[in-house]
């Protein structure tokens, strides 16, 4: 067996606990404390912590590109309203974590997800010893294991087996019940003189039509007294919602995030160091502003690829040295050339063509794609499903003609930009 005194913690060289790079969004708990790294967004803070402060019941889609921390953003906002002060101090209550929403979400799962986050949450909270108990909450904990039929769910998914307290699954709860439910539950934070924050996260894993349809369904439960709703997705979800005038008449305006400046991300890092370097410790730079500042430039401010890059460089060259390493560009890019060897030699030559292809020309309609492979559409829609699962790919319906896909590479992962021509 390893003996574990033989493995290090490279970030030590530098005198920090852990990595600064985290390209995590930050959440109300967690290793980097969100009330001492977090940086910036004054002026969208003030604006959406004055509507929430002023309305009893809002909702807000928060959009921007791909890496601009609207995420870290709202959970930020949520801390400053709900966690700042004690609970007793606080107007507001709020779930630990954003909630996810998946592609095969219904209204039906939109509700029983909403309430089991929010009755986990009271457990780490520990809203009944601060004073507020919930009826509503013991209802959901007498029906835990079809709540927890998500966990199921998830691991048949993946090809897991998975076990629940009992052999016997019980039918799902009806829409209706667990809508009930929900405005029950509502119905008693406001008699404790509070108002929930909610926060539903990754919107763009439903199709333009499924995502029409669940804020169809859902569009008279978010108008509940004393209740706020903050939906983060891509820019692409404000014409759903403004296509759609029975949604977009209850929405609040949006609130837009652009990239962070360049100064604001050098002070996040400074911030990250400082905090995990601990009280009067010297700590070394892991990083060399100017190259920050060169791959602000060329990463169009996506600070989520540009933590990676230094992290996935800077970890490759502790391990190749012994001493703390400074990244530069060069080392970066002979880093990014490896991580494209790496994929490319795991794809099969009709992969590596598709991506390729894709690289020279943008996105493309599957028809175009197939036309210019020299392949049957057929043959062509399985090798895109299997990019599709590597995270090298994303389809979208096209929306000049709703029987037609639109292909792109993958901006989920700082991996598309070693494909850019640049």
């Known amino acids: 067996m390893e003996n574990e005194n033989e493995f290090e913690n490279i970030w030590a060289r530098y005198g920090l606990k852990d990595t600064p790079y985290n390209a995590k969004a930050l959440s109300l708990i967690g290793t980097l404390d969100i009330s001492q790294v977090f940086f910036g967004r004054k002026n969208e803070l003030k604006l959406l912590g004055d509507r929430i402060f002023s309305d009893n019941s809002t909702r807000t889609a928060i959009v921007g590109e791909v890496g601009t921390g609207k995420t870290t953003f709202v959970n930020y906002l949520r801390w400053k309203l709900c ?3 004690s609970l007793k101090e606080t107007r507001f209550l709020t779930t630990i974590n ?9 209204f039906n799962k939109f509700l029983r997800e909403t309430l089991f986050e929010i009755y986990d949450s009271s457990k780490i909270f520990k809203w009944e010893e601060e004073g507020i108990k919930l009826k509503v909450l013991e209802i959901i904990r007498d029906n835990l294991d079809i ?28 829409t209706e019940l667990l809508q009930s439910w929900l405005y029950k539950l509502c119905e008693e934070i406001r008699g404790y003189n509070k108002r929930l924050i909610l926060h539903y996260n990754n919107l763009e ?3 333009p039509e499924k995502l029409t349809s669940l804020l169809m369904s ?21 014409s759903i919602i403004e296509n759609t005038p029975q949604v977009h008449s209850v929405f609040n305006q949006h609130q837009i995030l652009e990239s962070l400046s ?10 990250r160091c400082k905090f995990l370097s601990g009280e009067d410790t010297k700590y070394i730079k892991p990083y060399d502003e100017k190259i920050v500042s060169e791959l602000y430039k060329k990463l ?13 460089t800077t970890s490759y060259l502790c391990h190749k040295y012994s001493s703390p390493c400074i990244v530069n560009i060069e080392q970066i890019n002979i880093i990014q050339e490896k991580a494209k060897e790496e994929i490319l030699a795991k794809l099969t030559d009709n992969q590596k063509s598709i991506i390729i292809t894709i690289m020279d020309n943008g996105e493309m309609v599957v028809g175009e794609l197939a036309d210019k492979l020299n392949m049957k559409q057929q043959n062509l829609s399985k090798e ?7 995270a090298l790919i994303t389809e979208k319906m096209n929306p000049e003609d709703r029987r037609s896909k639109i292909i792109n590479l993958s901006e989920k992962t700082y991996l598309s930009f070693i494909f850019s021509k640049k």
């Open 83 to 85: 966690r700042q002060k």
């Open 98 to 106: 954003e909630i996810k929403i998946r592609e095969d979400w219904t």
């Open 262 to 271: 360049e100064k604001e991300v050098l002070h996040i890092l400074e911030l």
């Open 300 to 312: 169009n401010g996506n600070i989520r690829f540009i933590f990676k890059l230094l992290e996935d």
């Open 218 to 238: 859902i569009k008279e439960i978010i108008q509940i007294e004393n209740t706020h709703w903050l939906f983060v997705g891509p820019t692409e979800i404000l």
């Open 205 to 207: 894993n439903l199709s």
């Open 147 to 174: 709540f927890k039929k998500k966990t199921l769910e998830i691991s048949e998914k993946e090809g897991l087996k998975f076990k629940s307290d009992s052999d016997e699954i019980k039918p799902e709860i009806s």
């Open 384 to 390: 895109i499903q299997k990019l599709k699962k590597k």
